[in-house]
């Protein structure tokens, strides 16, 4: 059962779905009194300050064949779920909306996009976590939900688990009754076939950070994995402290080299630097994501404070990163 507050942020992206990109003040005064008609008090009533930044996975190369394309997917995306924060949604509600739609682009490596293993099979990973309570959940190696992300929300909402993995992750989703993807039927070679040839880097994880009007901040990241990973291989966006992480303190998503990232627990990392070590969002994301790299991780993350600073370090040539605040002018770059 959805709660009020995220029936409101629910239909705050519908309307925001349904506006023209542009759109001004008007939408936002409606999709106020969607929230009073919900019998919830959205978060516009709390502080101004709201802010939401996405990554659409590193680059590894100074061109990338996909960058343009997947650029210009971001942003009107980023500016509906700004409208959505802006009009009062949940942060938590605002990041998996993102990803969802980042995931039925079928231009990133998430969701209908996702690479194939080497058994020529989607196999899907993501979480999603929301800062206030720390709760979380995730999945791994699923192959039938349309919307991974949308399956971690479930394991965090409605079970008491926190990760889900493979063939039972995917039955207990589909009993639930999550949206199931299309895939494409045949042997591996004709599902090959049917996706086009594999990307010389194919990149393309999607991830999400919001502070929303009520003060919290959520992270979540969706991803097919490394290209011709070996069947049954989990990287770090399922986990919770390595490819996202969300507490009071700060909102993150990653992107790179997932054993690096859960190695050492990228993401927590960040965390533990800034609650533990008094270190600044950008010196504590910046320091993570260069200490891997010496290591020999590659990689980026998209990290968010509640004081509404975002850093967006990356040690590869680019990080496909869009970010929009209340004070902030929607920017997406590649490079
Ligand atoms: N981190 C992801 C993984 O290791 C891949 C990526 O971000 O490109 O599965």
């Known amino acids: 059962m959805m709660s009020g507050k995220q029936i409101v942020g629910a239909v705050l992206w519908l309307l925001a779905a349904a506006s023209p990109v542009g759109a001004g003040e008007g939408s936002l005064d409606s999709r106020r009194q969607v929230g009073d008609?919900?019998?919830?008090?959205?978060?516009?009533?709390?502080?101004?300050?709201?802010?939401?930044?996405m990554h659409g996975g590193v680059l590894?190369?100074?061109?990338?064949?996909?960058?343009?394309?997947?650029?210009?997917?971001?942003?009107?995306?980023?500016?509906?779920g700004g409208m959505a924060i802006e009009g009062g949604a949940s942060a938590l509600e605002v990041v998996?909306?993102?990803?969802?739609?980042?995931?039925?682009?079928?231009?990133?490596?998430?969701?209908?996009g996702a690479i194939l293993n080497q058994a020529g099979e989607r196999e899907m990973d993501a979480s999603i976590m929301e800062g206030t309570t720390q709760m979380s959940g995730a999945v791994a190696s699923i192959r039938k939900i349309k919307n991974p992300i949308l399956g971690a929300k479930h394991v965090m909402e409605e079970?008491?688990?926190?990760?889900?993995?493979?063939?039972?992750?995917d039955s207990l989703l589909a009993a639930a009754g999550l949206e199931l993807a299309e895939l494409p039927t045949g042997g591996s070679d004709t599902r090959r076939a049917?996706?086009?040839?594999?990307?010389?880097?194919?990149?393309?994880?999607?991830?999400?950070?919001?502070?929303?009007?009520?003060?919290?901040?959520?992270?979540?990241?969706?991803?097919?994995?490394?290209?011709?990973?070996?069947?049954?291989?989990v990287g770090?966006?399922?986990?919770?402290?390595?490819?996202?992480?969300a507490s009071l303190t700060v909102a993150v998503s990653a992107s790179g080299h997932g054993e690096y990232f859960i190695r050492y627990a990228a993401a927590h990392d960040i965390h533990a630097r800034m609650a533990y070590g008094g270190r600044s969002l950008a010196d504590a994301a910046g320091a993570v994501v260069s200490e891997l790299f010496e290591k020999g991780g590659i990689g980026g993350v998209i990290a968010l404070?509640?004081?509404?600073?975002?850093?967006?370090?990356?040690?590869?040539?680019?990080?496909?990163?869009?970010?929009?605040?209340?004070?902030?002018?929607?920017?997406?770059?590649?490079?």
């Open 60 to 80: 590894t190369r100074p061109w990338h064949p996909k960058a343009e394309a997947r650029k210009a997917a971001m942003a009107p995306i980023l500016q509906r």
């Open 305 to 335: 404070d509640r004081q509404g600073r975002v850093a967006m370090p990356h040690s590869t040539p680019g990080m496909l990163r869009g970010v929009v605040g209340a004070n902030q002018a929607l920017e997406v770059k590649a490079y």
């Open 96 to 112: 998996a909306a993102v990803i969802v739609e980042m995931e039925d682009q079928g231009i990133f490596n998430a969701g209908s």
């Open 37 to 53: 008609l919900a019998g919830e008090q959205p978060c516009h009533s709390g502080q101004a300050e709201w802010v939401l930044a």
């Open 159 to 169: 079970t008491d688990n926190v990760l889900f993995v493979g063939p039972a992750a």
């Open 194 to 233: 049917a996706l086009g040839p594999p990307e010389e880097t194919p990149l393309g994880t999607v991830g999400a950070v919001a502070l929303d009007r009520c003060g919290d901040l959520a992270a979540g990241t969706s991803t097919g994995g490394f290209d011709s990973k070996i069947p049954g291989r």
């Open 236 to 245: 770090d966006s399922p986990l919770v402290g390595a490819g996202t992480w």
